[in-house]
């Protein structure tokens, strides 16, 4: 927003030892009110500032994992997947691992003991088909130059059966992926964690499992901490149900695990962890306040939040010593103290002089927002995340050049996460790498007409009670027609109305991500639950 500013004189002699008086004495009043004030929540809003910037980096990846999860399980129940088909299964596979930073290996099991296991050794890919028979195992395994190309093949008999591991779970019918405890995985005897899902396929009783392998080193190649975490503080991950701990240097289990530990690490930083983990928990594991203790003689704070509210299996934490983090106020106080007071004093001087000679009250604080060309072009420079996304036309398909009521519902859905989540920006006529291509293709007579056909669109699928909440721009931008769509934060729920279907959409990461209904229940009752 651009503030222009204008501010009240007085004509008046008397008024001028008052003015200066009062400025100076309001100036070391302010100034003294808020050392008081922020000294004792700055540091506490630094703390929550990086830890919610470090779980919007790491919830977007592990958020993805999921979406994975949910693909293949529709996948699965619709009878897509089968053990005898290997080449069909590394066609859907392989694609699957290429894109993914954290997982490291792929299965697929049944009730029945089979499994099929992709994972990449040496650069190449490699297949373990498995099958339990008489109490044996028998492991087939062999080497891909690509999905339908196999270069090399061997067997081996083993006694590991897929149903014994920590991912295989019989829970059925809920769409919801589990988290297993820290592990050694079967084929590289290193760390990690498990996440599945279970079906049932068309015709069959027995349970199907997929699951994606996350080896906690890939975790940990993940916390990178940002400037102000590696100069001041701490920056880990914690699995409050089997005591784990990650930070970008060291993992291992916390004091009082008598369970094998995946790292013998043992220090300073495991001593932190723990003390910061005994603090929260004596605090009921708060998310939404900082935790202060007491460590190596210094008053630290630290903020704890979970990945997900859904799944609270990682929690991404903050911490560092209040000293440093008030470091900054310290600063700024100083030259308040010193600065300020002396510009201040020859401030008010050159006021009483320029109100002398007006002669009387100018106009009170006048308030301009930027206009929306300044907005858009700030959120390009911004780029889609989890309050921005772009869209490169309103109604047309661009493969077929036709219009599309695909193409209308997918930026609706974007205005309806953002109402339902902290707000955000659409721009229309931007294409996916942040540039301008305009949307003539829509072929709008008029900005009038295609203004109206976004109300009307938003009026149909979203409701005219919410128009409050949303603002329409319509812009040129370099000679091409732009549409910038701003939305505030609702007050209640806000549903898509898909024909005589409602969907609700939230906003993760750069995403919108549909709920299930329970899961709409639940983010509802949470958000209400913070409100108050």
Not at 205 to 234: C, M, T
Not at 336 to 361: C, E, H, N, Q, R
Request: hydrophobic fraction near 40%; aromatic fraction near 10%; charged fraction near 25%.
């Amino acid at each position: 927003m651009n503030y222009h500013l204008y501010k009240k004189g007085i004509n008046a002699k008397g008024a001028a030892v008052v003015l200066v008086a009062g400025f100076l004495l309001i100036l070391a009043g302010m100034n003294v009110y808020q050392y008081f004030k922020l000294k004792s929540h700055f540091a506490a809003e630094i703390i929550t500032r990086m830890n919610k910037q470090e779980v919007e980096k790491l919830r977007a990846l592990f958020q993805q994992v999921s979406e994975k999860l949910l693909i293949v399980h529709d996948l699965g129940e619709n009878g897509v997947l089968q053990f005898s088909d290997i080449v069909r299964l590394n066609k859907k596979f392989f694609p699957l691992m290429e894109n993914q930073e954290l997982v490291s290996g792929v299965i697929l099991a049944d009730g029945k003991g089979r499994e099929y296991f992709l994972y990449r050794k040496d650069g190449m890919w490699v297949t373990r088909l498995s099958r339990v028979q008489g109490g044996k195992t028998l492991m087939v395994y062999q080497k891909w130059k690509t999905p339908e190309e196999a270069i090399d093949k061997w067997e081996k008999i083993s006694a590991y059966d897929p149903r014994k591991r920590p991912w295989f779970h019989k829970t059925i019918g809920t769409r919801q992926v589990y988290w297993s405890p820290v592990y050694k995985f079967f084929a590289t005897g290193k760390p990690g964690v498990t996440a599945s899902i279970t079906w049932k396929g068309p015709g069959s009783s027995s349970i199907v499992v997929f699951a994606l392998d996350i080896p906690l080193d890939h975790i940990q190649g993940l916390l990178k901490p940002n400037r102000d975490i590696e100069r001041s503080g701490l920056l880990f991950l914690v699995n409050p149900q089997g005591n784990f701990f990650i930070t970008p240097m060291q993992m291992g289990f916390l004091s009082g695990n008598k369970g094998d530990k995946a790292t013998g690490a043992t220090g300073k930083k495991e001593a932190l962890v723990s003390v910061i983990f005994a603090k929260w928990n004596e605090a009921k594991r708060p998310s939404d306040r900082f935790v202060r203790f007491s460590y190596d003689s210094q008053s630290w704070l630290a903020s704890l939040r979970p990945l997900s509210q859904e799944n609270q299996f990682f929690w991404v934490g903050v911490a560092a010593p209040e000293n440093v983090l008030l470091s900054d106020l310290k600063k700024a106080l100083f030259q308040v103290d010193v600065t300020d007071v002396a510009a201040a004093f020859i401030g008010s001087i050159l006021l009483l002089l320029i109100f002398w000679k007006a002669g009387g009250f100018r106009p009170a604080v006048v308030e301009e927002p930027e206009p929306p060309v300044v907005r858009l072009n700030s959120y390009i420079n911004q780029g889609e995340g989890s309050s921005v996304e772009f869209k490169s036309t309103i109604r047309t398909n661009l493969r077929t050049g036709k219009k599309g009521k695909e193409i209308e519902l997918a930026w609706l859905k974007a205005v309806v996460a953002f109402l339902n989540s902290n707000g955000g920006a659409l721009l229309i006529g931007v294409d996916d790498k942040g540039r301008i291509v305009g949307t003539e293709v829509d072929n709008f007579d008029n900005p009038d007409k295609c203004q109206l056909h976004l109300k009307n669109l938003i009026n149909q699928h979203i409701g005219a009670q919410y128009s409050d909440f949303i603002n329409i721009s319509l812009m040129e931008i370099e000679e091409k027609p732009v549409v910038l769509i701003e939305c505030r934060p609702a007050n209640e729920p806000v549903f898509l109305k898909i024909g005589k279907n409602e969907e609700f959409y939230v906003r993760s990461g750069p995403s919108s991500i549909k709920l299930t209904p329970s899961q709409t229940v639940s983010y509802v009752l949470q958000k209400m639950k913070k409100r108050r």
